[in-house]
Nanobody, 116 residues
Framework: QVQLVESGGSVVQAGGSLRLSCAISGNMFTVAHMKWYRQSPGNEREMVSR???????VYAAPVKGRVSISSGDARKTAYLQMNNLNTDNTGVYYC??????????WGQGTQVTVSS
């Protein structure tokens, strides 16, 4: 059974930094895309960043320049480095891995709270 396990969420002051991690538990086929999403109360889940197997990076406009996505060895782990955080970055962050074969997996979410 495949699970994605996230960690790294915390309460941080505005201007601070956090690094989120997402690790695969179980066996996955080759990962095509690694993505991070954020969901704030009352809002839909929105993509923050994507890392494709072709190493193409995509960042949502509000976080561009302050966020960096990366992967670990064998693309079994994804990271999201977030700098100069502001209160708009508050929310539950989810990782999402999509296989070339089409299966899609979500983590349980990790809470990030930025205080002013």
């Amino acid at each position: 059974q495949v699970q994605l396990v996230e960690s790294g969420g915390s309460v941080v002051q505005a201007g601070g930094s956090l690094r989120l991690s997402c690790a695969i538990s179980g066996n996955m086929f080759t990962v095509a895309h690694m993505k991070w999403y954020r969901q704030s109360p009352g809002n839909e889940r929105e993509m923050v960043s994507r890392l494709g197997s072709d190493r193409v990076l995509v960042y949502a406009a509000p976080v561009k320049g302050r966020v960096s996505i990366s992967s670990g060895d064998a693309r079994k782990t994804a990271y999201l480095q977030m700098n100069n955080l502001n209160t708009d970055n508050t929310g539950v962050y989810y990782c999402n891995f999509e296989e070339f074969r089409g299966r899609n997996f979500w983590g349980q979410g990790t809470q990030v709270t930025v205080s002013s």
